[in-house]
């Protein structure tokens, strides 16, 4: 079984703060993990995602994630906000492999509001 | 765009009665997931096909199936329709190869009255 762990149901910050999102994951197998942000009615985007391979994980507008297996955490970084960034960030994890990759287990999500 | 398209983006029906949505996938892609968004349970994982056949199961309610045909569209039927079906339901599709992206279409929104 896995699961998915998401502290802080909403983080507050300035505009150009750092931001970090906060993801723990339980999988026992190693796990694929990812982020999606999902602005306001639309669909979920993928930020970026970790596969067995480099730890650093860089994404899409400027955001990046460091896969720590002996804290079981994946948490969401970006050295400085935007605007922009206002959404709420979903943590995923899957099964590395097998017949059910793709099949998420989700995080409760984080809304993330920037403050000018 | 992620190139998942589904349809209708709005639905509104009332209790006991049936609907069904569609996506399609991303050109290539022959995996399809489907997925439920509700306030209180979150995001589900609901069911997967891939190139037609069923592949995993997740917290699906009986009431509700899916399949996917020859051309890799996929529905899903939802049945006897109660009020805490209310939902977004999101389409997601992949290669089905580890690894790869899965891609979320921008979601089905049922309101049932």
């Known amino acids: 079984a896995q699961s998915v762990t998401q502290l802080g149901g909403h983080v507050s910050v300035s505009e150009g703060a750092l931001v970090l999102l906060r993801c723990n994951y339980s999988s026992s197998v190693p796990p694929y993990l990812f982020w999606y942000v999902q602005y306001p009615n639309q669909g979920l985007q993928l930020l970026l995602k970790y596969t067995s391979a480099a730890t650093l994980v860089k994404g899409i507008n400027g955001f990046e994630a460091e896969f720590k297996k002996s804290e079981t955490s994946f948490h969401l970084t970006k050295p400085s906000a935007h605007m922009s960034d206002a959404a709420e960030y979903f943590c995923?994890?899957?099964?590395?492999?097998?017949?059910?990759?793709?099949?998420?287990?989700f995080g409760q999500g984080t809304i993330l509001t920037v403050h000018p | 765009d992620s190139g998942v398209t589904q349809t209708p983006k709005h639905l509104i029906t009332a209790t006991g009665q049936r609907v069904t949505l569609r996506c399609s996938p991303r050109?290539?892609?022959?995996?399809v997931y489907w997925y439920q968004q509700s306030l209180d349970q979150g995001l589900q994982f609901l069911i997967q096909y891939y190139n037609g056949e069923e592949r995993a199961k997740g917290n699906i309610l009986e009431r509700f199936s899916a399949q996917q045909f020859p051309d890799l569209h996929s529905e899903l039927n939802l049945s006897s329709l109660e009020l805490g079906d209310s939902a977004l339901y999101f389409c997601a599709s992949g290669t089905g190869v580890s690894g790869n992206t899965i891609y979320f279409g921008e979601g089905s929104w049922l309101t049932v009255v």
């Open positions: 995923a994890v899957s099964n590395a492999g097998g017949t059910s990759y793709g099949k998420l287990t």
């Open positions: 050109s290539g892609d022959l995996s």
